[in-house]
Every structure is written in structure tokens, then in C-alpha cells.
């Protein structure tokens, strides 16, 4: 499971390779944006 609060300390495209997930970097960032970080 992907931790949100964690996302701005990675590189979003690292996550996405390394979990090998099939979310697009856009949808994190919307995700980011619209939750509890406030558009970080």
C-alpha cells in the first residue's frame, strides 16, 4: 500500500517503476493534491 504522506519525499517515477504500478504519475499527483497534504 502506498502511503500518501510519504510521496513528497520520493520521485514519483521511482515509485511508479519500482512498484511496478499501473497508476499514472498525474493520478498521484491529483491524489496529492486533493488530500490530507494540501498540494504539498
Do not use: P, W
Request: no cysteine; hydrophobic share 40%.
Amino acid at each position: 500500500m502506498i502511503d500518501l504522506n510519504d510521496l513528497s519525499n520520493l520521485d514519483l517515477r521511482s515509485l511508479y517503476l519500482n512498484n511496478g504500478l499501473k497508476i499514472d504519475v498525474n493520478t498521484l499527483r491529483r491524489l496529492i493534491d486533493g488530500g490530507d497534504m494540501g498540494g504539498g
